[in-house]
């Protein structure tokens, strides 16, 4: 009785949904490292600057991965979703374009 299965639907939008945080968690957490980083370090210039370099390095390969990951996931559902929205987005122009048309 409450052992039913979730949606295969429901389950994927849940996976979505905590890549997505994480992918974002990377994003602010490496800014927020970054801005920290400078307020307190107790480096000269140049250290602090090539020290910055590398983190940064690091941040971007970690969200590209992240991106990576997430195309080769969802990169399916995300094509599907922008063709479906080319086409329907042509119809809903298409309508409003002969609206307008029609007030002049």
Do not use: C
Request: glycine letters at 12%; zero cysteines; hydrophobic letters at 30%.
């Amino acid at each position: 009785m409450f052992n039913k299965k979730e949606p295969e639907a429901s389950q994927k939008k849940k996976r979505k949904g905590v890549l997505e945080r994480v992918v974002m968690g990377v994003i602010v957490g490496g800014a927020i490292g970054s801005v920290v980083g400078l307020t307190v370090a107790p480096k000269k210039g140049k250290e602090t600057r090539d020290y910055l370099k590398e983190k940064g390095k690091e941040v971007y390969g970690r969200g590209k991965e992240a991106g990576e990951k997430f195309m080769h996931e969802y990169g399916d559902e995300l094509n599907a979703a922008k063709e479906s929205t080319k086409k329907n987005g042509a119809k809903v122009w298409s309508y409003f374009k002969k609206k307008l048309l029609k007030r002049k």
